[in-house]
């Protein structure tokens, strides 16, 4: 079946540090993929998406490029601020039974970032 | 575009009581999702609907879970008979029609039972 790898963590990064946050994933179709992110106390929040190969999904100064060759979807952000401490969850939506786009999450990584 | 909303956000129960959550989606959101998310560990699939037509359960949902969606709109997720095991955060996401693979998420439902 359908499963989402990312790195573990937890990340402490200092502000303007550089992110990378590893996510590669098994499927048996075609599937799109998503990074979220969860802050304390919230539900989750699309940060960004790809829908096909070599497709990046950038927001906020986040980035990911769909690697199908790799199986690969790395986040990545320049600069991180302390605003962006959160827990970053990988996930996949492969298509089932025709309408059906359940999506099948990591495990989550919680980044905290310093002053 | 209010987003979609949960209530209650906090519930805590005894063992062996009965509990109901609601989801109200994203107005004209046909796809609607619940997940659960365990402590440290990403959601994990429970169930979908299409409109009313509840169209596929995970082998998570035992036969204390029922979840329905009467006029396509706003889901109940029951639970009958609490166990320990059900405390959780208990989430429901929509999607449009258009861009069916983009799941909008509610703050969810943190159940504790005792």
């Known amino acids: 079946g359908d499963s989402v790898t990312q790195m573990e963590g937890p990340v402490t990064l200092s502000e303007e540090a550089f992110l990378t946050i590893n996510c590669t994933y098994t499927?048996?179709?075609?599937?799109?993929l998503f990074w979220y992110v969860q802050y304390p106390g919230e539900g989750l929040q699309l940060l960004l998406k790809?829908?096909?190969?070599?497709d990046k999904g950038s927001n906020k100064g986040f980035e990911a490029t769909y690697r199908k060759e790799t199986t690969s979807f790395h986040l990545e952000k320049g600069s991180v601020q302390v605003s962006d401490s959160a827990v970053y969850f990988c996930?996949?939506?492969?298509?089932?039974?025709?309408?059906?786009?359940?999506?099948?999450f990591g495990k989550g990584t919680l980044l905290t970032v310093n002053p | 575009d209010t987003g979609v909303s949960q209530n209650p956000r906090h519930k805590i129960t005894k063992r062996g009581q009965n509990v109901t959550f609601r989801c109200d989606p994203i107005s004209e959101h046909n796809r609607l999702y619940w997940y659960r998310q365990t402590l440290g560990q990403g959601p994990e699939f429970l169930t979908y609907f299409q409109n009313e037509a509840q169209l596929e359960k995970s082998r998570l949902l035992s036969d204390r879970f029922s979840a329905e969606r009467p006029k396509g709109s706003f889901s109940t997720l029951e639970i009958q008979r609490t166990e320990q095991g059900d405390s959780a955060m208990y989430l429901c996401?929509?999607?449009?029609?258009?861009?069916?693979?983009?799941?909008?998420f509610g703050p969810g439902t943190r159940l504790l039972v005792l």
């Open positions: 790809a829908t096909k190969a070599d």
């Open positions: 996930a996949l939506s492969d298509l089932v039974g025709g309408s059906n786009y359940k999506l099948t």
């Open positions: 996401a929509s999607s449009p029609p258009q861009q069916g693979e983009t799941q909008y």
């Open positions: 499927a048996t179709g075609y599937p799109s």
